[in-house]
């Protein structure tokens, strides 16, 4: 995929330009210029709402493109800062409306409630979003930018920063959960006059787009929680490893860097001190399994992206064979706000070990399809009715996948579970990089789980043997099943096959594989043998073949 | 008590694994002292009879015919054997199954044939989609893998057998 | 001096250096881990999964040809659960592309073979994706039948660090991955393949042959190491 | 690790090859730049033959069949040209449960076009993507550079084949 949305084209074109106005404003509109809404003409609204103040002589108004909103599924979406008044699905011809609205803003305004979908939320790394201008980083300071960073260079320790990591209980937010503290400790403590950070953008859970968010609303934060870890486990150089389908997330990262760079937030001497640390960019080029850290470390190096086998885990041996500490998006996002807000107010939010925040992309048959970031411990029921708004056209609920292809699915019976990294996999699903994708009626559950299955050996990297071949035959004994042509015995081989997948690939690719069969298994193994007994499809998804068809 | 009945079946193969099974020679004697032999290519007997104790089956299940046939035998017979590589394997007969039936026989009767070119459509039975492995359609009792098993191996297995033992991984090879 | 680590494999005390492999320590040791990608003398990648390992106290298993020693750690070479792994490993390679062993160059001297024999594997379980893959015979000396090829890689990594012509690489990815020369130009085209012979000696089955070995007679170890070297040195004039 | 041989000089006189030299160069000539140059000529040609795959893998000193490995490994890259135009039809999940399905069973009826094929006349080439992060606007697809939401089969076929 080689092309460029023309939402990004724009981006890169425009580059730097400044939109935001200076000095205070009594009225600012905030226009959401994220992918989405961008794919929905947004920037024509940030230009047309501009011209049309203009024309009106507001010249107290502000028109301010900003990150994500949220919102995604009511784009293009604008918003009175000063009112929390909130337009969505703004056409070319709402300007005018809109510039009303900006003209009655008093100064004793105050935002009104904007209903559970954003009140419910506790946003941490995504603080900035929908109020920053993501390519300007004078905003990002007036937010508070960098100040964890100059405190961080000026008055810590790299053990003591390590240590607030440690005790704000953040987690790996890429999916498994590993401490953060202790592979920022362990990276620190490892042999190695040369150490890098890498911030793991490649986000490929279909249905996830927390971090291509975060990077195209708030980059400059990514860039300051990477040089916080930096400082922390002595490192010099960085890499930012983003998939190339994300084309203004990286138009923006680019543009943060030059800017830090020149702000002298990144490169030699940051913040006057003696400290250095520089970032560059690495596109992916399509391939899932980058995300597994070992992959992940053999493209930054310019290679095929396969994995090996661990250990020697990159915390000791990474890229070049230095330790190199690798972190997601959204856990390189919290770190400026802990270090401001301290560890203890961070490790107050969360339920048990799941500590903080998780920023989740709903997606699927539900009505506000959108970004939200909310407390761990949460219920599924709140995120998916009271933030999500339920399911598109009040049917039933039938299945949350989380996740993505090393995820599972939760049924309705466990919509009052809250949220953390053990319950999911109590219930046989996985916290993954925070897609949450529901499912009504509509899906049938073995379909989704031969989906899954094509997804893994498509993006299979071909080097081990059970998930090469093995993705490929539980895809091969879920098509018969599909199609009404399996037995009993095919499916007592699948659990067997997926079993031994499980446990005997080389990655998190082939061990993740099976996940979503054993747990559409656990929960709607009726669906199964009605396609295998019965010979139906009970969501009409299936096409079951004609009975005398011969193996 | 009546003897164990015997029967043996050729399906897809080149008949090298009866070959190998006339290759007891002498041990032949000893096996139909102890058995009957009520149905195979090597005695003249039309139908496959009931109640077959112990069958050897030759060959891949490639066509219609084929498969009705494999089907009858299962019916009819308490021990079913796959015998040799291309029952267990699908072996030789398996290599057409990348080409699929129509380029198949396009290759064998249309390009490859000057005087009138036609499909055969009468008295052959037609092919199924892919030659498969016996086990792939009917349910197999004992595996004897090997292009073909040995005489040996072949005594071994039916001794075993008709001495009430189960017969136990036999030292075979696929190819040998 | 080297550290010297105790430790068990199967209940037996066994030996080595730091640094060592489970799998190097197990050889020595007389016990057999089997495995097709490991070759002494290039490195080892811990992809043919067939010399998984437990460990004792790690839920996860492990590939004995990457697994370091320890000391005093406890490792289960053998067991139930592993041989039926196994098993399945072997079954998923014959599976995944078309060996016919009958009519196999290497037929009686295959590494693949000889494993599905020594595992007990009688028959495949699995269905065949019978995928429609080449046969390259460009090369003069030389064939290679991409049926057979189990991925091991031996012949990209002899290539690599041993010839160092690094004349052989991978293309693809999943099960479309393919073993390929140069720009995944017909071996014969090759312009820096040395036809030095050695991933034809090295390949554990009858993927890549000598050219005019009929059927059985591929046998790669009744006959000198690299005897093409001397063929291809005469014919320069060398 | 030095570079053994000279730099070899750009295939043709086509300017962009200046993109991609200097694309290298930046990044010290040496094999890490590989992924990195192979997108820069990507960007500029719109797809990778075999002089850019000779020419990048001989400047930075890489093995032409690893170079090969590589430019195949990863889905991004095309070594073919495409078509006139390009629709991306999206397989994440989102999409999928919202009926990505129908729509490349759509094109396929259609205008006779699979994913990663070129209609006959070379007009509309059909690509997937493995989420395109547009989970909102599900299904989506891109025709040449822009976003659709929401899509229609119907109304997709009509546009491209009015194309």
Redesign the interface.
Same mark, same amino acid.
């Given at each position: 995929m080689s092309e460029m949305p023309a939402a990004a084209r724009a981006v890169r074109r425009r580059a730097t330009t400044e939109e935001v106005h200076e000095g205070p404003a009594r009225a600012t509109a905030y226009v959401c210029e994220a992918a989405s809404c961008m794919s929905a003409q947004a920037h024509d609204i940030t230009l047309r709402l501009g011209e049309s103040a203009a024309r009106a002589g507001l010249s107290d108004v502000m028109v301010k493109r900003v990150g994500c909103l949220g919102l995604c599924a009511a784009g293009p979406l604008v918003e009175i800062a000063e009112t929390g008044r909130l337009f969505d699905h703004v056409r070319p011809d709402d300007v005018e409306g809109i510039v009303g609205a900006l003209r009655k803003v008093k100064p004793t305004d105050t935002r009104a409630s904007q209903g559970p979908f954003f009140e419910k939320q506790v946003r941490v790394a995504t603080e900035n979003m929908g109020r920053v201008d993501p390519e300007s980083l004078d905003d990002y300071v007036a937010h508070g930018g960098y100040e964890a960073l100059r405190t961080v260079l000026s008055e810590m320790t790299s053990a003591e920063v390590r240590d607030q990591i440690t005790q704000s209980g953040l987690r790996g937010r890429g999916g498994a959960g590993f401490p953060t503290g202790l592979k920022w400790t362990t990276v620190a403590k490892a042999q190695g006059s040369q150490k890098y950070v890498i911030c793991n953008a490649d986000e490929g859970d279909p249905g996830a787009f927390m971090d291509r968010s975060v990077l195209e609303s708030d980059p400059y934060r990514v860039l300051e929680g990477m040089t916080i870890a930096a400082f922390a486990v002595h490192a010099t150089e960085g890499y930012v490893y983003c998939r190339a389908e994300y084309p203004l997330a990286v138009a923006r990262l680019r543009n943060a860097i030059r800017m830090a760079q020149r702000a002298g937030w990144l490169g030699t001497g940051i913040a006057d001190t003696s400290f250095s640390f520089d970032v560059q960019v690495r596109l992916g080029a399509g391939a899932f399994v980058c995300g597994e850290e070992t992959a992940l470390i053999a493209s930054v190096e310019g290679r095929r992206g396969t994995p090996r086998p661990r250990p020697p885990y990159p915390a000791m041996q990474g890229l070049w064979d230095c330790p190199t500490l690798i972190n997601n998006v959204e856990t390189f996002a919290n770190v400026p706000t802990i270090l401001r807000k301290g560890a203890e107010w961070y490790a107050g939010i969360g339920l048990g070990k799941s500590k903080g925040t998780k920023v989740f992309a709903l997606a699927g048959r539900i009505v506000n399809t959108g970004l939200v970031e909310v407390p761990m411990g949460m219920t599924l029921r709140e995120v998916v009715y009271d933030i999500g708004g339920g399911i598109i056209d009040g049917r039933p609920f039938k299945a949350v996948q989380t996740g993505g292809p090393s995820g599972g699915c939760i049924p309705a019976e466990h919509l009052d579970m809250p949220l953390s990294y053990e319950s999911l996999i109590e219930v046989g699903s996985f916290m993954g990089s925070g897609g949450l994708i529901v499912m009504d009626d509509t899906s049938c559950m073995v379909d989704v789980a031969k989906y899954f299955q094509d997804f893994c050996r498509d993006e299979s990297c071909g080097k081990c043997v059970p998930c090469r071949v093995g993705t490929t035959q539980l895809w091969m004994i879920l098509d018969q099943i599909t199609r009404g042509r399996a037995t009993l015995d095919d499916l007592a081989q699948l659990e067997r096959l997926a079993r031994m997948i499980q446990r005997m690939s080389l990655c998190g690719l082939g061990q993740g594989a099976p996940n979503p069969i054993f747990s559409t298994l656990r929960y709607f193994r009726d669906e199964y043998l009605a396609h295998i007994v019965d010979r139906v499809c009970p969501a009409g998804v299936c096409t079951i073949e004609p009975a005398e068809v011969m193996a | 008590m009546s003897k164990p009945r015997i029967a043996t079946v050729w399906l897809d193969g080149c008949s090298g694994c009866h070959m190998s099974l006339i290759d007891l020679d002498e041990r032949l004697l000893d096996i139909f002292e102890r058995a009957d032999l009520v149905y195979s290519p090597l005695v003249d007997f039309k139908d496959y009879p009931e109640d077959v104790d112990v069958c050897l089956v030759e060959g891949a299940v490639s066509s219609e015919d084929d498969l009705h046939k494999i089907k009858l035998v299962r019916e009819r017979t308490r021990t079913l054997v796959s015998f040799g590589d291309c029952a267990v394997t699908s072996n030789v007969p398996g290599m057409r199954n990348p080409i699929g039936v129509g380029p198949l026989l396009d290759r064998a009767y249309i390009e490859n044939v000057t005087l009138n070119p036609q499909l055969p459509s009468e008295i052959v039975p037609k092919l199924l989609p892919t030659a498969t492995p016996v086990h792939r359609v009917v349910k197999v009792d004992v595996f004897l893998p090997g292009c073909p098993p040995s005489a040996d191996l072949i005594y071994t297995m039916l001794d075993d057998l008709l001495s009430g033992r189960v017969p136990g991984v036999v030292g075979s090879r696929f190819g040998r | 001096m080297t550290t010297v680590f105790t430790f068990r494999i199967d209940g037996k005390d066994v030996a080595g250096s730091e640094g060592q492999t489970v799998m190097e320590v197990a050889e020595e040791n007389g016990i057999d881990i089997p495995g097709l990608c490991h070759l002494e003398g290039i490195h080892d990648?811990?992809?043919?999964?067939l010399c998984?390992v437990e460990i004792a106290g790690s839920p996860? #298993?492990?590939?004995a040809c990457?697994?370091?020693i320890a000391e005093g750690m406890d490792v289960t070479a053998h067991s139930d659960v592993l041989l039926?792994?196994r098993r399945?490993?072997t079954e998923?390679?014959?599976?995944?592309r078309?060996?016919?062993?009958?009519?196999?160059v290497a037929?009686?001297h295959?590494e693949l073979?000889?494993m599905?024999?020594g595992l @007990?594997v009688?028959?495949?379980? #699995?269905?065949?994706?019978?995928?429609?893959?080449d046969i390259d015979a460009s090369h003069r000396l030389f064939a290679i039948d991409h049926n057979r090829c189990? #991925?091991c890689l031996r012949c990209v990594r002899v290539c690599?660090e041993i010839e160092g012509a690094?004349?052989?690489?991978?293309?693809?990815? @999943? #099960?479309?991955?393919r073993v390929?020369?140069?720009?995944?130009i017909p071996w014969g085209e090759s312009t820096?393949c040395t036809s030095c012979g050695k991933c034809v000696q090295v390949c554990p089955t009858g993927a890549l042959f000598e050219k005019g070995r009929a059927v059985?007679r591929g046998s790669k170890t009744k006959r000198p190491f690299l005897p093409w070297m001397k063929v291809v040195a005469e014919e320069r004039g060398l | 690790m030095p570079v053994l041989y000279h730099k070899p000089p750009p295939p043709s006189d086509d300017k962009r090859w200046k993109i991609v030299e200097t694309r290298m160069r930046r990044l010290g000539d040496r094999p890490p730049a590989l992924i990195e140059a192979l997108h820069a000529a990507q960007e500029a040609f719109g797809y990778l033959d075999t002089d850019a795959l000779n020419y990048v893998g001989d400047t930075l000193g890489v093995p032409h069949s690893r170079v090969y490995g590589v430019a195949t490994f990863y889905s991004f890259f095309t070594l073919k040209p495409s078509g006139e135009h390009t629709c991306v039809v999206c397989t994440g999940t989102a999409c999928y449960i919202n009926g990505a399905k129908d729509i490349l069973a759509g094109l396929d009826r259609a205008l006779h076009v699979k994913p990663k094929e070129t209609t006959a006349d070379g007009k509309i080439s059909v690509l997937t993507a493995r989420c395109l992060g547009a989970c909102s606007l599900a299904p989506a697809v891109i025709v040449d550079g822009d976003v659709k939401g929401k899509v229609n089969v119907g109304d997709l076929v009509a546009q491209l084949e009015a194309m």
């Open positions: - | - | 990648r811990g992809a043919c999964r998984m996860k #298993l492990a590939a990457m697994t370091k039926e792994y399945t490993v998923m390679m014959f599976v995944e078309n060996h016919v062993c009958a009519v196999c037929n009686n295959c073979q000889d599905a024999e @007990g009688t028959h495949f379980d #699995l269905p065949r994706i019978s995928p429609k893959v189990i #991925l690599d690094h004349t052989w690489d991978v293309m693809h990815r @999943g #099960l479309e991955t390929q020369t140069d720009m995944g820096t059985a | -």
